[in-house]
């Protein structure tokens, strides 16, 4: 079941105070699916369906990121369900925040865009031969508009699952002006927020870096993360040195990863230094948000100004050929 991050957010509330008070996470789902009218009451209800003997099994099974399915986990196994829960809340807050914003930012252009095909292609109509010319222009452009909004999104979905993948696609991505910088800088908020909470809630730190490689959805980032735990693992370096020495990791990290070490403080370091890349991605986003309107609203002066033209040249013709006659 897809469910908007605005009700994911409700849904990790719901279920970080339910587990505060004494519920078991059956017991949980149990309340909040009472409401058979109420969307998040059906996401409710299919976890508990899907639930066969751990939580992150349930949540993949229901649809739900492998992100949060590794962070789950690592709480189920700790005994600290109740605070991840409340990071995942806090986590689709701020992607709500920032969805919204990139909404309200775009919603002018579009009006714009509409208002002129419908509206610039009446005149044309009426001189030109009634409601199926007119239907004619509006419904093959509106068409077309749609179309490539819904191919955008399939290739951004399937672009997201072969970034997680292909280590070859995720290292040239990252060379695109911008987008790759926004996407190496997003996987590295995901990586070092699911390593902090993983260490928080009580994992090794191997654990913990082997999950984070998993959920960060970028393919470099996850090889090279794995690299460094089998290194650590056989002995063949310290954690500083296996992540100093190891490509694909942000220095940042790498730098949060030596320090933390050395200090005995590594959950601290990579809090810190999460909180870094989500204020960082963050803005990116404000940026995309920003700048997606400006791009899109320039389209729709060209379009309508091509438009106006296109009808003046027509209505010419018409009266020229009326005042001929």
């Known amino acids: ?135 004619g222009v509006v419904v093959p452009t509106l068409g077309v508009f749609y179309l490539i909004l819904g191919g955008l999104w399939v290739l951004w979905r399937w672009l997201r699952k072969k970034l997680a993948a292909d280590i070859h696609l995720a290292k040239a991505f990252q060379r695109v002006p911008f987008l790759g910088q926004a996407f190496a800088t997003w996987s590295s908020w995901s990586y070092a927020s699911v390593a902090a909470i993983s260490i928080r809630a009580g994992g090794g730190f191997l654990e913990a870096f082997s999950s984070a490689g998993q959920a960060c959805g970028n393919a470099v980032m996850a090889a090279a993360s794995q690299n460094v735990v089998h290194r650590v693992a056989s002995g063949a370096a310290d954690l500083g040195e296996a992540f100093r020495t190891e490509p694909g990791l942000p220095e940042e990290l790498v730098r949060a990863v030596e320090t933390g070490e050395a200090a005995g403080k590594l959950d601290q370091e990579l809090s810190r230094v999460s909180s870094r890349f989500q204020r960082a991605a963050l803005d990116q986003l404000n940026l995309i948000s920003a700048w997606t309107p400006r791009v899109f609203y320039a389209f729709v002066v060209v379009f309508v100004g091509w438009l106006i033209i296109h009808m003046a040249s027509e209505l010419g013709s018409s009266f020229g050929n009326v005042l001929g006659n």
């Open 1 to 135: 079941m897809q469910l908007s991050f605005r009700l994911k957010e409700q849904l990790f509330h719901e279920l970080a105070q339910l587990a505060q008070s004494g519920f078991s996470f059956l017991g949980a789902l149990e309340v909040m699916g009472r409401n058979p009218a109420s969307r998040l009451s059906a996401a409710a209800r299919l976890i508990h369906s899907n639930w066969r003997s751990s939580v992150s099994d349930a949540l993949v099974a229901s649809g739900f990121p492998a992100r949060d399915a590794v962070i789950v986990e690592v709480g189920e196994k700790s005994g600290r369900l109740e605070e991840v829960f409340r990071e995942l809340s806090v986590h689709y807050a701020e992607l709500d925040a920032a969805r919204k914003m990139l909404v309200m930012r775009s919603a002018y252009p579009v009006v714009v865009f509409h208002a002129g095909v419908i509206l610039l292609s009446i005149p044309l109509a009426i001189v030109s031969g009634g409601w199926m010319h007119y239907l």
